[in-house]
């Protein structure tokens, strides 16, 4: 009894040339010809783009598609180019990858694990994806990681910041480009020192999931080895949209920095009802009151309106950085599009590049020879200076920026300012640091 | 035939026949074809239907003959999934044990849930069963965490303890869910000419147990308890009086809804063993409702055909692309390609919740029956046509 | 006590929100016995009259200012507001500045008008189906209604402001500070509660709804068209949920699917206040509010872990099982 | 000793006296009336009897069992049915259906889960069923919806719903309120016939003197909650208490 884990798309064209002309249903073809799920056979390849389409996130899950759209157009050979002309590895030619086109899927994943679960297993099952990407919500890239990696593809992890996605829940097929709750909490700490002195009560409100928690965790540690005194974290339903009950307490309590843990959704409107209630101009302990929002991401920004401006944050990319990849990337996104790109798009790109580079350097798309590409591999020219994929983590490590609402933009897009470019050994940690430890790799899964 | 009617048999074959053939009827486009966007037939989705399916036809046991309309019965399919994840984790990758685990706990949750609720009517029984779900969703994703793993959801890992089973297999990977052996993701391609069909062995598992699911609710239907809970619907009074007691009857069929739910959930969790806390949310009670309205409430087969309908649409109308909207038309001169895209862009791909808005709408404007009601009509205007024809009438009726 | 005050502000906050969206939903209930589901995208549509007026006072012509580059390194594109250069700057800052309290004025037409579509155009059709087709009926077009909004607007929440006059802090007491547009909001929404409760008691249109609302039938027999009456009631409903979501815009930014975040609440509001009960849903709601904000104090939440998740759920099942028909229901409405 | 006693039965509403002091006894396999004019505590009474309503006082024994506290479906179970004044049937449901449901209950108690049975299987019920129509007139009725019936219809079908159980008590709660003349006769010949018949005792609470004076063994009169006098048909309709509290002003008899 042989079988299949997951796949069809393997045989399906080798296997329609043995079954043509048959009709009768007795010919049984199993394919346990493939040596790995869904090898690509034809000319072309297929990537599995999961982006939230509909929900809360729709919006950023927007901005992905687009970059994928991009990186799919460069990697063909369309377009200028995008990072490929600035990427350090120079394998990738615009002539797909290993010389097949590339063609892309999508799917919703509603950001519902469930629902992002369903839709990456209709791209490995019936459309035949050999690498699944994208997804904005921790929860939701464990959930498609754990899947990739039973299903045997590789999986590129998009806008996804709890430590647990290369902490608790790595997988082995699972890579993340984006930064984490840790490393924000690293970048973010010496600039409040400087900016606030080391003398400082926070109060957190942290939305009450696994993300919220971790990233509680990850601030409190940073800021209290500062010397800053944590005085209170509260938990926050997820389904809150009116904070004001948890806001109110925190001017008498004795703080004088509100730490908002939250993201999406729940930060546009907790960072709305504190600066309603005065925060942003308060006064405490004789010092000026000041609000941080560790996770920034502009679309967010955007919804919060004139409220961010002044509020300090942490963000993986921003269009404005001056290198050559950055400026390549804004280049070629804003003439395709109009407006330049999120840290989700830049991110999700990113990954599709690093993806076709690692497939052309161990010249299959065998799921382990590209993680073996992929671990340990160190480049430049994507955006954040050198960059390392560690092997013991599959997590990224590259300069985290810290930034602030800007006082005075010049254009709709122009919200965020870099205060600082936090330099990637600052925020590099040990992989069995107890914040990340508890979870294993495992091996790499082909499939087949 | 099985204790059944004639026209329950012959319906119960067409089911059968219709679920085990599924793989063919659901791929109906060789695998090439720019119409293979609309082909249905790969495991997942197969397995979404008949589990779906196993939800609502239980949820119709409850809503369309005592019409006690729950908003609240996703809490149990959720329960059901925890509870076989955990077996998962603690005893073995068999399915078997998680699944009935997962039935007996979803029916302890719905007695409770149930009797509590119970104790009102109409409206007021939906809010307390409304009110019952979304805390159990709330505290699954926060404060329960530690069971449920919160919002990443309940997943197997490595380090699991399997007792009766292994943590890890020798190459390093989490076992896989299995039938004492038969893996669940295993499957068979057939190809046959341009077409490919796929045979997987956990949607088969998940079609058996929702045949013998359907097969209990004609007969739950066609039982004299199945009487007693559309009299309870029709008049709780002379209920009463007729000397019968409508709480433990309505009792029962919201805990026989609820292990259903249960069953539906272990399955869910035996093919993918995963559990998350958004089942459990009000939209997840909500869209059993739909399901059961769409279909065509107390009909047996509507609830299946609303499970397959919606799910339908989100599998399958949420994955196409303006890419693929263009290779549709591409046979078509290059303005006019781009005027049909524009047209038929806002309604698919991430404007697939448009279109399921508008077909609610639709169906429930122009068939108040749900699509059984559109069955019967094309039925009736079939024999009509047959009639005139030749004078004979087929025998088959639609599905009631 | 300070934090027991701002607490029962809080508590008014959240409850003026409830009860107004509360109160519309069970005079549908209550007149025309249709269970509403689109009653959360009627809030929803309300928000964005605001987003959608705030937008209509920006529409800007375009300069090219070749001193400055965009984001690109292409000469940037300066906009001017055509306001700005009607009545001048000052005068069209300020016009765009208030663009809230000038979208009530601009909403009351427009809900009023999308309330009569929806009655007329759908919702009169289902007066004699079954619950189950009402709730499936107007589920698909709080959908269909949503999506055209997300179409339009996106899905991240849009700002609109509270103008500058009433954004800032009130002092209330010492140590007791509170958002100035949050006071507005409440005295607004007691307004607006209040001018629902005269006409429905002091006009004679409002007494024939009444009477309709307690006897459909017998009001019919007294050859009053009821049914067109009824339509104004749709409209108006659909006017006090569109009010209560132009003026909450500036409390939580507008976006798609807070009508459908609200859809939930409101119903359980509107049950706890006992079906068809308008005075029962107004208490219901301020209750509600009130409870959330005093649960979700860290004295509170210390005792009792997780209690703010689920403290409306908890109290809504606790009064329907001390109260079977809620707070102030009438006997066989909807059981 | 009756079958059904009634002692000294009181129930208030606030403030208003509805039952005060209630004595009655009612005889085996003979039909008891109560009349009385509106508002004289008929229908709390009979709402007492039931299991409805509890009144503040006094005791029902029913065949040497209290029925207080009980609910209505512990007293059906006692062997008593209530007829309806607007008919109560099971109107989603076939006539035939409709006759099943009070046989089951008559068979299997309150509650039983038969969940996997056949209803079709229940020859043996199936055949009383039939039967109990056919004494009716209805057979040809037997797959009807029910509620599509006219209202006499209605009234026979429910009947024969409370008669297929066989109670020892049949109560009807004024059986041909709204009827035509016609119906109203064809009504009175069906009880009387079932009264010839069946080993049966029945109570009816009925405004029609017409209907009383044809069935009734034995009358009470209620005023004001109290019973005023309690006869045969014949003393009653001489009982000068009675023409002047009750007849006299309402009805010629």
């Known amino acids: 009894m042989s079988k299949t884990n997951l796949t069809r798309r393997g045989v399906l064209k080798s296997g329609a040339v043995a079954g043509a002309g048959v009709a009768l249903p007795t010919i049984f073809t199993a394919s346990s010809a493939a040596a790995y799920t869904n090898e690509p056979t034809g000319a072309s390849v297929t990537l599995g783009f999961n982006v939230p389409q509909t929900g809360p996130y729709a919006d950023e899950g927007a901005d992905e598609l687009r970059a994928y759209e991009l990186a799919v157009e460069h990697l063909n050979g369309g377009g200028d180019g995008g990072m490929l002309n600035t990427f350090s590895s120079k394998e990738l030619k615009g002539d797909g990858i290993l010389g097949k086109k590339v063609e892309f899927v999508t799917g919703d994943t509603q950001t519902k694990s469930d629902a992002a679960r369903a839709s990456a297993k209709s791209m490995i099952e019936k459309d035949g994806a050999v690498m699944i990407t994208g997804g904005s919500s921790s929860g939701v890239a464990i959930a498609v990681q754990g899947l990739c990696q039973e299903a045997g593809v590789i999986f590129m992890a998009g806008l996804t910041h709890s430590n647990d996605t290369t902490g608790k829940d790595k997988k082995a097929n699972g890579f993340r480009h984006f930064f984490n709750g840790y490393m924000s909490g690293a970048a973010l700490a010496p600039v409040l020192k400087g900016l606030y002195g080391d003398d400082r009560k926070a109060y957190h409100l942290t939305a009450d999931y696994t993300w919220g928690w971790t990233q509680q965790e990850s601030i409190a540690a940073a800021t209290e080895a500062l010397g800053w005194e944590t005085v209170n974290n509260v938990l926050t339903p997820l389904a809150s949209t009116d904070f004001s009950s948890y806001i109110a307490p925190v001017l008498n309590s004795g703080a004088d920095v509100l730490v908002l843990n939250h993201y999406g959704g729940n930060m546009v409107n907790s960072l709305t009802n504190a600066v309603q209630f005065g925060l942003r101009e308060a006064q405490a302990n004789g010092k000026n009151f000041e609000i941080v929002v560790p996770l920034f991401s502009r679309l967010m920004a955007r919804g919060a309106g004139e409220n961010i401006k002044g509020i ?36 999700t790109y990113c990954q599709t590049l690093l993806y076709a580079d690692a497939c052309q350097r161990a010249g299959t798309f065998n799921p382990c020879g590209v993680a073996e590409a992929l671990e340990g591999f160190e480049f430049d020219g994507l955006g954040n200076g050198k960059t390392l994929y560690r092997a013991e983590d599959h997590q990224c490590f590259k300069d985290v920026l810290v930034v602030k609402g800007k006082e005075n933009p010049t254009s709709e897009f122009d919200l965020l300012e870099v205060v600082e470019v936090t330099p990637a050994a600052q925020v590099t940690y040990d992989p069995e640091h107890p914040m990340f430890a508890g979870g294993q790799l495992g091996s790499c899964n082909p499939g087949a | 035939m099985l204790g059944l009617g004639k026209k329950d048999a012959s319906l119960l074959l067409v089911v059968v026949a219709l679920t085990m053939l599924a793989p063919f009827i659901l791929n109906p486009f060789p695998s090439d074809s720019g119409m293979a966007q609309f082909n249905a037939g790969y495991p997942d989705l197969m397995q979404r239907f008949v589990i779906f399916g196993i939800f609502a036809i239980g949820f119709n046991i409850l809503f369309g003959l005592t019409g006690y309309l729950s908003f609240g019965h996703a809490a149990f399919l959720g329960v059901g999934s925890y509870s076989a994840v955990w077996m998962f984790k603690l005893l073995s990758m068999n399915i078997l044990p998680a699944i009935i685990l997962s039935v007996i706990i979803a029916g302890l949750f719905s007695l409770l849930i149930g009797w509590v609720s119970l104790r009102r009517t109409g409206i007021y029984f939906s809010i307390l069963t409304l009110a019952f779900a979304q805390m159990s969703f709330a505290l699954a994703y926060s404060v329960l965490t530690p069971l449920t793993n919160g919002e990443t959801g309940l997943q197997v890992t490595l380090d699991d303890p399997r007792i009766l089973g292994v943590s890890a297999t020798a190459d390093g990977s989490i076992p896989v869910t299995n039938l004492f052996g038969l893996e669940m993701r295993s499957a068979y391609d057939m190809i046959v000419g341009p077409w490919t069909f796929t045979f997987s062995v ?40 007729t000397g019968l007691n409508p709480k433990p009857y309505t009792l029962a069929a919201f ?41 065509g409430v107390g009909t047996l087969i509507g609830p299946i055909l609303g499970a397959g309908m919606i799910k339908y649409f989100e599998n399958i109308f949420s994955k196409i692309n303006d890419g693929v909207l263009h290779t549709w038309f591409s ?70 | 006590m300070d934090v027991f005050l701002t607490q029962i502000l809080n508590g008014l906050d959240k409850g003026s929100a409830y009860a107004l969206i509360a109160l519309g939903l069970t005079l549908i209930f209550g007149t025309l016995g ?46 001017t507001p055509y306001v700005e250069s009607w009545f001048g700057p000052e005068m069209g800052a300020a016009i765009i500045d208030w663009s809230v309290p000038l979208a009530v004025l601009f909403a009351i037409p427009i809900m009023i008008a999308i309330g009569f579509i929806m009655e007329r155009g759908l919702i009169k059709h289902f007066y004699k189906r079954e619950h189950a087709d009402q709730i499936l009926v107007t589920f698909g077009l709080a959908i269909v209604l949503q999506e055209v909004i997300k179409a339009v607007y996106g899905a991240n929440p849009i700002q609109t402001p509270a103008p500058d006059a009433l954004s800032g802090v009130a002092v209330l007491a010492e140590g007791v500070v509170y958002p100035v547009w949050r006071i507005v909001y409440f005295f607004f929404s007691v307004v607006v509660i209040g001018a629902v409760f005269a006409f429905l008691q002091f006009t004679t249109f409002g007494m024939v709804v009444r009477a309709g609302m307690a006897d459909r039938e017998t009001v019919g027999l007294l050859g009053i ?67 959330e904000s005093f649960a979700s104090m860290t004295a509170v939440t210390d005792i009792i872990p997780g209690i703010n998740q689920i403290i409306i759920y908890l109290v809504a099942i606790i009064i329907l099982l001390v109260r079977p028909r809620g707070l102030m229901g009438r006997k066989g409405v909807m059981e | 000793m009756g079958i059904l006693e009634v002692k000294d039965v009181g129930k208030r509403f606030g403030g208003l006296q509805a039952l005060g002091d209630v004595n009655l006894s009612v005889k085996e396999n003979t039909c008891h009336a109560i009349i009385g004019p509106n508002g004289a505590g008929k229908s709390t009474l009979l709402n007492c009897l039931v299991g409805k309503l509890i009144p503040d006082t006094g005791s029902v024994m029913f065949d040497g069992n209290s029925v207080l506290g009980r609910s209505p479906h512990e007293i059906n179970q006692m062997g008593i049915s209530r007829v309806f004044q607007t008919p109560e049937i ?92 016609a119906d109203t006769n064809n009504t009175i010949d069906l009880l009387k016939e079932i009264k010839e018949k069946r080993d049966i005792t029945i109570a009816i609470i009925e405004h029609d003197m017409h209907v009383v004076f044809s069935l009734a063994d034995r009358i009470t009169v209620l005023a004001q909650g109290t019973p005023l006098v309690e006869d045969t048909p014949e003393n009653i309709k001489g009982h000068p208490k009675v023409q002047e509290a009750y007849l006299g002003e309402t009805q010629q008899v």
């Open chain 1, 312 to 347: 300090l944050g942490s963000t993986n990319w921003h269009w404005s950085l001056q290198d050559e990849g950055s400026k390549a990337f804004v280049k070629s996104f804003g003439t395709k599009y109009g407006f330049p790109p999120s840290q989700a798009a830049h991110t």
């Open chain 2, 331 to 400: 046979f078509l001169p290059d303005g006019i390609e781009n005027f049909m895209v524009a047209v038929i862009h806002p309604f698919v791909g991430k404007g697939w919740h448009l279109t399921l808005g508008l077909i609610f709408m639709l169906v429930v404007t122009f068939l108040p029956g749900g699509l059984v009601e559109g069955g019967q009509r094309i039925a009736k205007a079939l024999r009509k046509k047959d009639k005139d024809d030749d004078g004979k009438s087929p025998s088959t009726e639609p599905a009631e």
């Open chain 4, 90 to 181: 099971f109107g989603d449901l076939t006539v035939m259906e409709n006759m099943m449901i009070p046989l089951f209950a008559k068979r299997d108690g309150a509650y039983r889960l038969h969940a996997i049975e056949s209803v079709q299987a229940e020859k043996g019920l199936i055949q009383q069923a039939e039967e109990m129509l056919a004494e009716v007139n209805m057979l040809d009725k037997r797959e009807m919806h029910s509620a599509s019936m006219s209202r006499g219809d209605k009234r026979r079908l429910e009947m024969a719903m409370c008669l297929v159980q066989d109670p020892k008590l049949l109560l009807l709660d004024e059986p041909t309120a709204g009827m035509a003349r």
């Open chain 3, 34 to 79: 249709v269970v509403n589901f689109a009653h959360g995208a009627l809030f929803m549509i309300g928000a964005f009259c605001s987003v959608f007026l705030q937008r209509l006072l920006n529409l800007s012509y375009e300069t090219v200012d070749p001193t400055k580059t965009d984001f690109l390194g292409n000469p940037a594109v300066i906009k």
């Open chain 2, 202 to 241: 956990g949607y088969y598992v998940c079609a058996i147990v929702m045949i013998a699911a359907f097969y209990l609710s004609i007969r739950i239907f066609r039982s004299p308890f199945g009487m007693m809970l559309r009299a309870i619907k029709s008049n709780q009074t002379r209920m009463n009086y």
């Open chain 2, 255 to 295: 805990v026989i809804s609820g292990m259903y739910a249960g069953l539906a959930g272990g399955l869910m969790a035996s093919m993918d063993p995963l559990a998350g806390a958004e089942r459990m949310q009000w939209t997840a009670s909500g869209e059993v409702v739909l399901m059961t309205i769409l279909g």
């Open chain 3, 225 to 291: 068209d009821i049914d067109k009456r009824f339509t104004l009631m749709f409209g108006l409903a659909a006017a006090v949920a569109g009010l209560a979501g132009v003026m909450y815009g500036p409390i939580n930014a507008p976006n798609y699917h807070m009508g459908m975040d609200f859809l939930v609440l409101s119903f359980v509001v509107v049950v706890v206040g006992g079906m068809g009960s308008l005075p029962g849903a107004v208490a219901a709601g301020f209750l509600l509010g009130i409870l």
